[in-house]
Structures are given as C-alpha cells and as structure tokens.
C-alpha cells in the first residue's frame, strides 16, 4: 500500500520537508591500532529528519514488539517528544479501522496502514571508516540509519576524542547518526603511558570512566596479559564500565571463551575463543608449521581448520562449555557476517548493493593486498572455503544451542572490512541468524531488546530502548512488508518480485522510516545521499565502479 505522510502543518512546510536531498576498522596493523578516521559527521541540515514532535502519531501499524511476543495490529503508536507515550489498538484485522480516532490533537501523522513497526536496531560491533574508506562519518552513519540502526556500539568507533564527540553530538541530536556507545582499547587516549601493570589498568579504567567512555575492548596480545585483562575487567564493572573482547591467536592460548568467562567478561565477540575452548586433543589450535600471523592468508585461511579439533555439538563437553558461560553471564556477539566471504568470496564480491553504495575507496581497500586488514584472498581457494563451511556449521551449531539454554545473543557486524558495507551487512547479520537456527522473532529480540540491555546493564540502569512500550524512547523502524516473512524486505537494495499485472521483475522492500529519539529520518532519502556521496567520490577520483552486477 502506498505509504501517506501527512502533516497538519501548512502545506509549504510539508513541500520543504518532503523536498529532495540537495546534493547528494581502519587499516590495522598488528597491534589493531585504529588509524586516523575519516572526520566526523556534517551537522544536520534543514529537512534532514524531522521533529521531535509535541505529539506524533503512528497509525494503523502492526507491531513486533521487540520482545519476543507475535505480532499485533493495527495499532496507534503516540510519541510525545522523544518518548513512546501511548499504544492504542486501532481495530481488528480484516475489518475497516475506524476514522477520525484518538489521539487528533497531533503535529504529525505516518499512515501506515499495512506496514510493520519494530523496536530500532541495535549493532554490538561497529567502527567507523577512515579516510582510506570515505570521506566522513556520515558515509557510515546514514547506511545504518536508512537499515534501521538506531544505536550503535564502536568498539572502538574512533579513536577516543572523536568518539566521544561524535557521542556528544549524537545525543543532541545535531547530526544524523544513531546513538553512540564509546568503547575503547584497553590504554588508549591517556597520556600515562603503555599499560604494562595490573594497577597501571586499573588507574586508565577509572581514567576512562570519567572521560565519557562507557566501556573497554580487549583483544589480549602483546601487553595484555591475562592478569592485565582481569584486573581491567574487575575495575570496569566498579565503575559501572562494559567489556567486551575479540579474543585473538596471540592471546586465546592462555585466555580462551572459558577462561574469559571465569574473569567476569561481558561479551565475546566474533567467534575467537570458543572453538579454543573446546579443543579435544590438545591446548592450542594445530597450526602448520610456517604459519605467521602477520601474513593475512594464514591468519583467516588457517582459522577455520579448527572445526576439526573439537568435541562434537552435543557432546557432554560441548554443553558444559555453554552450560559454564550462561552461569557467568556471558553474552556471544557472533558477528557471522564479517567472515561470511570466506566461505562464497564471488556471492560478497558481487552483492547487489557493491556498484551504487562502496565508495571507490572502500572498493580499493576490500581488494586482496598484504597490508589492508582482512583483504586476504589474495591465494584463495575451494579448499579454505570449504573448511569454512564446515567451521560455519560448527559456529551456527554452538551460538544457537546456546540461544535455546538461554543465553544471550546480541548482533554486530563488524562493517567496512571484508566487502561488508555499513547497512547491508546488519540485514545479512539477521539473515545467517536465520541460517543458524534463530526464529525470526528471535533474531528480533537479540537485534533490539539483548543488545539494549547488554549496553546498559553495566551502567546498573534498565534499557529506556529495545523495546516498543509506554515510557520508552521512540527508536523504531517502519518498513513496508512483514519482515517476519522475508527478511530481506529490510535491505536497502530491496529484493526482486515478479509483479504480475506486468509479467515482469520489480525491486520491492525496503525501511520506509527510521525514528531515532522521534526524529523521523526518511530511509531513502538517507540512501540517495550515500549514493550521491558514492557517485560525487567516483567522479572526484576518477575511479572505475565496483563491478555491475550481471
């Protein structure tokens, strides 16, 4: 149905609001230092979200809560301001919803009659691009935005000062960006020098703590040892701080998922430390012998291999492992599709989404070099991809038995390596959660209300998002289909239907609506600017376009 969006202000501001856009981690070296990103976001500009309204009115929704609960509809959905004040049933399916109803003393109105509401999305792992990716941060920011990525966990975003204002200007809502939570690596923005002591860790949490960073990454190598890790990690959660860690072959021999586990750590990210922490004949993951990390090629095509050394899903071991991470409150941010090249590298290299919206920079960065991070298919082949299918079976197997103990689940994505584009790869995210074994309303509750609660439930404070309900602020996403049925309605790029009255194919789907604290951000306008920005940077560089897709 066609979506009307009506205003009870003039008609002239109505013209202005609907008026077309004007104009249209970083390279890592071993020790993952984030290099110097790309500036922050432009201000927002007249026309660029409107609102937040006095009163404003959803109407004729059908809701998916965030919760878990099946969907209910029609609705009225009342926002006052930035908060969720109201949710009115407007009828019963099948039948006319009445006219003229409560609340009419509104500033504005979304018809959205035979569409779908959620909670806004929540992404657990995200950096920003650096200047080797796209000229500034908005680049980043409107693709999450026009994908219904309302919140956003940088772990780390930028380098601490940036990020820190990029949060700042977020939560006053000055520039088009989803929230911000500013994670950091473990010593990084002070001037006390290299973190070489449990003490000195200890002094640069609290250090962060009142520096507006609300968490730590860990990646445990070179000076982070497990004592260091512990220590940080006791003292982050005295200072109401979350941790989170990707726990990489330089470290996982002496700190695996369990070990981690016993420390108190909140969340592990990618799937580094649990395989490790299963292993079934032996300590450590057998690596050829002329391995060396620092070669890219043998860093991601050796890793895989590990499906092969651990005990069996199902196994007494397997679920004592899961059994002793839900008893220390772990949460597992698998990111699944970061990796997902490894298995299918043509299926990435050929998205639909590569041509119009990878700038050129990103699409010379995604190229297999020896130096740009995670741009390692330079030697690739059927046989690495192939052990990744297996460890893929083994990866979806593990999170999801976990998911049905109890455990929790949140989803990140990790954008801006490996042909991941910001945006895009959040829909591909829910789709291998969907190929993992998740329900679609699972996948829901892990993308909205686990992620809110896993970012605050270290400050000692209930999510106030994640959730559509009275009293919340209003983060929502309005889309056009049911994405319960078919989730690749969320992707920008929408999906391929044969319209019948025409006998041909059509491109349909698609966010209609993005609303961040009731500011209502219009998702393809937020995807025509990326476009323009794509197109303006093709041109200024002289570049060749990311290949056309067949």
Do not use: C
Not at 56 to 81: F, K, N, S
Not at 222 to 227: F, G, I, K, S
Not at 271 to 280: D, I, N, Q, R
Not at 473 to 484: C, M, Q
């Amino acid at each position: 149905m066609t979506m009307v969006f009506r205003t009870l202000a003039s008609i002239a501001a109505l013209a202005a609001v609907l008026a077309p856009p004007a104009a249209a981690q970083q390279r890592a070296a071993p020790a993952a230092e984030p290099a110097q990103v790309a500036r922050g976001a432009p201000a927002r500009v007249a026309g660029e979200g409107i609102g937040p309204f006095r009163r404003m009115v959803i109407r004729g929704a059908t809701l998916i809560d965030g919760t878990g609960a099946p969907p209910r509809g029609p609705v009225d959905i009342v926002i006052e301001g930035n908060r969720i004040a109201e949710i009115r049933q407007a009828g019963w399916p099948g039948l006319p919803e009445r006219s003229n109803r409560e609340p009419r003393d509104v500033d504005q109105e979304i018809d959205a009659t035979g569409m779908y509401v959620l909670p806004g999305f929540v992404d657990m792992h995200t950096h920003l691009p650096g200047p080797d990716k796209a000229p500034d941060a908005s680049y980043a920011y409107k693709l999450w935005l026009a994908h219904g990525v309302t919140t956003v966990r940088g772990v780390p975003l930028a380098a601490p000062a940036l990020a820190s204002a990029e949060k700042n200007r977020s939560a006053a809502n000055t520039i088009a960006a989803p929230r911000i939570f500013n994670y950091q690596t473990l010593g990084a923005g002070w001037s006390g020098g290299r973190i070489l002591t449990t003490e000195k860790a200890r002094e640069w949490v609290r250090w962060a703590a009142a520096n507006n960073i609300d968490g730590i990454k860990f990646f445990g190598w070179q000076d982070e040892t497990p004592e260091i890790i512990t220590a940080a990690i006791d003292e982050a959660h005295k200072n109401k701080m979350g941790t989170v860690a990707h726990l990489s072959q330089l470290g996982v021999a002496n700190f695996n998922g369990r070990i981690a586990g016993e420390a108190g750590l909140d969340t592990i990210t990618h799937f580094y430390g649990h395989m490790e922490s299963l292993l079934k004949d032996g300590t450590i993951q057998k690596f050829t012998p002329g391995y060396n990390f620092y070669n890219e090629l043998d860093r991601f095509g050796e890793v895989a291999n590990i499906w092969n050394e651990v005990y069996e899903p199902g196994s007494p071991q397997w679920m004592a492992y899961l059994e002793a991470q839900k008893a220390h409150h772990v949460t597992f941010d698998p990111t699944f599709n970061i990796y997902a090249a490894s298995r299918d590298l043509m299926r990435a290299r050929n998205a639909d989404w590569q041509a119009q919206y990878a700038t050129p920079q990103l699409w010379k960065y995604f190229q297999s070099t020896r130096d740009n991070h995670g741009s390692y298919f330079y030697d690739w082949n059927s046989e690495i991809e192939t052990s990744w299918k297996h460890f893929y079976g083994r990866f979806f197997t593990l999170v999801n038995d976990y998911k049905n103990m109890g455990g929790r689940v949140t989803v990140g994505t990790d954008s801006g390596f490996i042909y991941k584009v910001y945006g895009f790869a959040y829909v591909e995210e829910l789709e291998l959660f969907r190929e993992a074994g998740f329900t679609p309303l699972e996948i829901f509750r892990s993308a909205t209300m686990l992620g809110a609660r896993t970012l605050h439930e270290p400050k000692g404070v209930a999510e106030p998002m994640g959730v559509v309900r009275t009293g919340m602020l209003a983060d929502l996403v309005v889309v056009k289909e049911n994405p319960l049925q078919n989730l690749k309605t969320l992707y920008g790029t929408g999906f391929m239907r044969l319209n019948n009255a025409t006998n041909a194919q059509e491109k349909v789907g698609g966010v209609r609506y993005t609303i961040k604290d009731g500011i209502v951000y219009d998702a393809p306008r937020l995807l025509a600017d990326v476009a323009a920005m794509v197109a303006a940077e093709k041109q200024r560089l002289n570049a060749a376009p990311a290949p056309a897709q067949p």
